[in-house]
T-cell receptor, first 114, second 116 residues
């Protein structure tokens, strides 16, 4: 068990470009979450999946954001037409209810939009 | 919507001493989970301790314990025998037990400094 992994760890992009992040959850974790954390703040919920089904999306997830989890394994988060306000750490977490509701976090992808 | 409040942006404690971090939350639900997470500088979020709302007994994990007051909606974290490795941001988090609403709502965090 190697834990939750996220790639890339850092991404610098110019405003208006599209970016995609990947999250690989802990093996056999059926639930996967995306959060966004800005400097000095706690993480904010974006969306989550149970297997391949997207169960909830935050109002923070504008139409420029899309998340997928094909086949219920890894997940991708895409941001289209990036804006400077999208600069943040994007965190992924996974868990396996009902055995456990504890969310295990990955190291995050730090996005900088210039 | 649930909210979580951490009123102490920064705390410091002498090594080997005890420190308590405060957290209050607001919810209309009766069944939920509460967590404390630790985020060391430039490192990933780690779960410190969890508490189920239906349990009256306070959770403990080695040097970490909580004081869960359900009626007061308070969930403080006590760290005993503080160590240098405890220095980090600590986040209190709430999670509903209702299916489809099982996301973490975090407070703004408390930065804990350990003084050697």
């Amino acid at each position: 068990d190697t834990g939750v992994s996220q790639n890339p760890r850092h991404k610098i992009t110019k405003r208006g470009q599209n970016v995609t992040f990947r999250c690989d959850p802990i093996s056999e974790h059926n639930r996967l979450y995306w959060y966004r954390q800005t400097l000095g703040q706690g993480p904010e919920f974006l969306t989550y999946f149970q297997n391949e089904a997207q169960l909830e999306k935050s109002r923070l997830l504008s139409d420029r954001f899309s998340a997928e989890r094909p086949k219920g394994s890894f997940s991708t988060l895409e941001i289209q037409r990036t804006e400077q306000g999208d600069s943040a750490m994007y965190l992924c977490a996974s868990t396996r209810p009902p055995d456990s509701y504890e969310q295990y976090f990955g190291p995050g992808t730090r996005l900088t939009v210039t | 919507a649930q909210t979580v409040t951490q009123s102490q942006p920064e705390m410091s404690v002498q090594e080997a001493e005890t420190v308590t971090l405060s957290c209050t939350y607001d919810t209309s639900e009766s069944d939920y989970y509460l967590f404390w997470y630790k985020q060391p500088p430039s490192r990933q979020m780690i779960l410190v301790i969890r508490q189920e709302a239906y349990k009256q007994q306070n959770a403990t994990e080695n040097r970490f314990s909580v004081n869960f007051q359900k009626a007061a909606k308070s969930f403080s974290l006590k760290i005993s025998d503080s160590q240098l490795g405890d220095a980090a941001m600590y986040f209190c988090a709430y999670m509903s037990s209702n299916f489809g609403n099982e996301k973490l709502t975090f407070g703004t965090g408390t930065r804990l400094t350990i003084i050697p």
